[in-house]
């Protein structure tokens, strides 16, 4: 049975880091509803003023995240000592667990810098565990096509027996990049049990009678195995699903723990300059 769309839910525009324009698709008060997600953000723009001065040095602990480039060229940096150029089409996924500070510079001076950066808590189990870091090239994210012509790229998770380039245990993440022809239709299967959404970034398409526009976060039901999309015009998704922890989250800007007191500790340790030991 496919999923109906629950709620479509318009972005709202913000600024981060050193007065970068985006888009908060997924904010604090939604993290409930979507678990394990906690934040999804769009950034899209050709002007430099919106995002050249980046995201210079800030600190994590407690999730992690997944950033994926659509145009444009950013370095990451952090204090575990790892470097990675993010480019068109590539991929970095971070895990901050028990700490980690890095910064994300834009290299480039003009142009259009565009993507994601998506949000995905870790258990408590793992919140202390050792932090890292991967980056994938446009090259290296397996990718497929269907018979309809639709392009699948598989971030995370699997999808058309393709397994893509993160898998990561316990919330189980299906990170989708889909690139619809014009009347052309695609298909996921999802497990019931995990929570799901889509973001349309460029062109028309629908979900049942829900047509989809770009800036919106669309929350799917838990009602049914799969989802089906249809494209009126050429179109480009993100489809996202997980599934829940269903433990507590406390959140203070950064940092992503279980409690207030856990909360409390870490901004005392990065205040007392322990949070990365």
Not at 111 to 117: I, L, N, S
Not at 184 to 212: C, D, M, W
Request: hydrophobic letters at 40%; zero cysteines.
């Amino acid at each position: 049975m496919n999923r109906a769309v629950e709620y479509i839910i318009p972005g709202q525009p913000t600024s981060d880091g050193a007065g970068v324009k985006l888009t908060r698709l997924l904010g604090q008060h939604l993290q409930q509803r979507l678990d394990p997600f906690l934040m999804l953000d769009a950034f899209g723009s050709d002007d430099p003023d919106d995002y050249i001065a980046g995201f210079p040095n800030h600190p994590h602990r407690g999730f992690e995240t997944m950033t994926y480039m659509l145009k444009g060229r950013m370095l990451h940096q952090d204090s575990v000592g790892n470097e990675g150029l993010l480019e068109d089409g590539g991929m970095q996924w971070m895990s901050a667990a028990r700490g980690v500070i890095h910064s994300e510079i834009p290299q480039q001076e003009n142009g259009v810098m565009a993507g994601f950066q998506l949000w995905i808590n870790l258990p408590a189990a793992t919140k202390m565990s050792d932090p890292w870091y991967k980056d994938f090239q446009r090259a290296d994210i397996p990718q497929y096509q269907t018979p309809e012509g639709v392009e699948v790229t598989v971030l995370a998770g699997t999808s058309g027996g393709v397994t893509g380039a993160i898998e990561r245990p316990t919330t189980e993440p299906l990170v989708l990049a889909a690139h619809l022809p014009a009347t052309s239709h695609f298909s996921q299967t999802l497990p019931p049990s995990h929570n799901a959404f889509v973001v349309l970034y460029e062109g028309s398409a629908r979900i049942g009678k829900h047509a989809l526009a770009p800036h919106q976060l669309v929350i799917l039901s838990n009602q049914g195995d799969q989802i089906t999309i249809e494209a009126d015009t050429d179109a480009k998704l993100l489809i996202v699903a997980g599934k829940p922890l269903n433990e507590p989250i406390s959140q203070y800007g950064p940092f992503v723990m279980n409690s207030t007191e856990q909360i409390q500790t870490a901004l005392q340790d990065f205040r007392n300059g322990t949070l990365t030991v």
